[in-house]
């Protein structure tokens, strides 16, 4: 086996990152459409809610992408993989479509999310139009996952460019065209967006399977029981609907302090920008994942990641650490003058996000190319407990604390304790891995 190179870990990486930039622009190009019709704020405030409960109960199914690539090493694997994702997706789709056709979820949504009867209202219908989701998810992740083991990643970022274009012909073609509600009309095109992006991506990945590309049927026949799929998933899946209760979470928290609507508002602002500019290092996740075989591998990815990391720290400090910040928030983001000065300590802070979540996304990519997930999930609600309680704890203090500030704190906290307990793992796993070179048997299995 050839020695990995840089050029190979770059060429793999950055078709990641353009993807997860894309992936970010697809909420602001829903709400620039839903923007532009009537009665906009409850639109907005509509399709927000019912996405975000979409997520949250889509959440147990993101892991299916990095399963693939680390489980699926034959078709028979696949087979069994693709079966049990399924089976779970079936499961949310008949929870998704429950809440959408059982009016008494209008006042489920009120009570848990506080929402108003007509955002409750288009938060169950985007519910209804995007169940279809949970059966698109694991077959998108299912190619994805081959794409990624045959190294293809540049198509991911086409996949993803196509799911974008599709995405805002349809929702502003439809919000122009007044026979849905502007929000229904978002959800309508994010489900077609994201089946037009899982019909390509799928043609793609059967291409590959059917020439037995290179790295797509590594490690021969071994089937994958229900036993090993729980192993493998089940911390991922606590960690990734742990992320998505993290944000409501919070909002509880700083939803507590003296000025609760500004608190809110403040962070609901930091929040997106937060993971908009660090969202390129979570490709470091995959690029650990797939590339590593052995000990001199991971050095290199360990040092490609560190100049990421330190890459993505410069260039969101150029925009938060000097005059440009306030073109960001005075003219880009249009705040009003007093709200920018709110959210301008916790701006400032943003580029230390990008040292955890790196770090996060190397060690987690090595633990799940070592088949060592069940510390993640421990990490993950270690994290979890620790910034609610400490959230609950410093507003119970001091109630007149700056929301955004605290918000954007808890979760710099947090990730720097769930870094902390993945990377010592991580680091126990590495010491075994140069023992097991220095006894001859080799790469990583």
């Known amino acids: 086996m050839s020695a990995l190179r840089y050029r190979q870990i770059f060429s793999f990486y950055w078709p990641l990152v353009l993807t997860s930039q894309m992936m970010t622009l697809a909420q602001p190009i829903i709400n620039a459409a839903l923007g532009r019709g009537e009665g906009a704020i409850i639109q907005l405030a509509g399709y927000a809610v019912g996405f975000g409960l979409g997520v949250f109960l889509n959440s147990a199914l993101f892991p299916f992408q990095q399963a693939v690539a680390a489980l699926g090493t034959g078709p028979a694997a696949r087979r069994d993989l693709t079966l049990r994702i399924l089976l779970l997706g079936g499961v949310i789709c008949l929870v998704d479509l429950g809440l959408g056709?059982?009016?008494?979820?209008?006042?489920?949504?009120?009570?848990?999310?506080?929402?108003?009867?007509?955002?409750?209202?288009?938060?169950?219908?985007?519910?209804?139009?995007?169940?279809?989701?949970?059966?698109?998810?694991?077959?998108?992740?299912?190619?994805?996952?081959?794409?990624?083991?045959?190294?293809?990643?540049?198509?991911?970022?086409?996949?993803?460019?196509?799911?974008?274009?599709?995405?805002?012909?349809?929702?502003?073609?439809?919000?122009?065209?007044?026979?849905?509600?502007?929000?229904?009309?978002?959800?309508?095109?994010?489900?077609?967006?994201?089946?037009?992006?899982?019909?390509?991506?799928?043609?793609?990945?059967?291409?590959?399977?059917?020439?037995?590309?290179?790295g797509v049927n590594e490690g021969g026949s071994e089937r994958v029981n229900w036993r090993s799929f729980f192993a493998f998933m089940g911390p991922m899946i606590v960690s990734t609907v742990t992320w998505s209760a993290m944000r409501p979470l919070l909002n509880a928290v700083v939803g507590r302090t003296a000025d609760p609507d500004l608190a809110q508002g403040g962070f609901g602002f930091v929040f997106p920008l937060l993971i908009l500019m660090s969202s390129?290092?979570?490709?470091?996740?995959?690029?650990?994942?797939?590339?590593?075989?052995?000990?001199?591998?991971?050095?290199?990815?360990?040092?490609?990641?560190?100049?990421?990391?330190?890459?993505?720290?410069?260039?969101?400090?150029?925009?938060?650490?000097?005059?440009?910040?306030?073109?960001?928030?005075?003219?880009?983001?249009?705040?009003?003058?007093?709200?920018?000065?709110?959210?301008?300590?916790?701006?400032?802070?943003?580029?230390?996000?990008?040292?955890?979540?790196?770090?996060?996304?190397?060690?987690?990519?090595?633990?799940?190319?070592?088949?060592?997930t069940g510390v993640v999930a421990t990490a993950s609600m270690i994290k979890t407990v620790l910034m609610v309680g400490l959230g609950f704890f410093a507003v119970m203090r001091n109630p007149g604390l700056n929301g955004a500030l605290l918000g954007t704190l808890l979760v710099m906290f947090g990730g720097t304790v769930e870094t902390g307990i993945l990377a010592w793992r991580a680091r126990r796993l590495h010491h075994q891995l140069i023992l097991s070179h220095d006894s001859g048997r080799g790469t990583m299995g």
């Open 101 to 214: 056709l059982w009016p008494g979820s209008d006042q489920l949504i009120m009570t848990l999310m506080g929402s108003t009867p007509p955002v409750a209202d288009l938060a169950r219908k985007i519910l209804l139009v995007q169940a279809p989701l949970p059966l698109l998810l694991p077959l998108r992740s299912l190619a994805w996952g081959i794409i990624m083991r045959n190294r293809a990643t540049r198509v991911i970022s086409m996949a993803t460019g196509l799911r974008l274009a599709v995405l805002t012909a349809v929702v502003f073609v439809t919000v122009g065209h007044g026979r849905l509600q502007p929000a229904v009309a978002g959800g309508v095109a994010m489900t077609v967006a994201i089946l037009v992006e899982t019909i390509f991506s799928g043609f793609l990945a059967l291409r590959l399977v059917r020439r037995d590309a290179a």
């Open 280 to 372: 390129p290092l979570w490709s470091l996740n995959n690029t650990a994942l797939v590339l590593i075989k052995d000990r001199f591998d991971l050095r290199k990815v360990a040092r490609f990641s560190a100049a990421s990391i330190a890459f993505f720290m410069a260039l969101i400090g150029i925009w938060v650490w000097t005059p440009l910040r306030d073109v960001l928030l005075l003219r880009v983001f249009a705040l009003e003058p007093d709200k920018a000065l709110y959210v301008t300590t916790a701006v400032i802070l943003i580029p230390y996000q990008a040292l955890p979540l790196g770090l996060r996304s190397l060690t987690q990519g090595f633990l799940m190319n070592r088949r060592r």
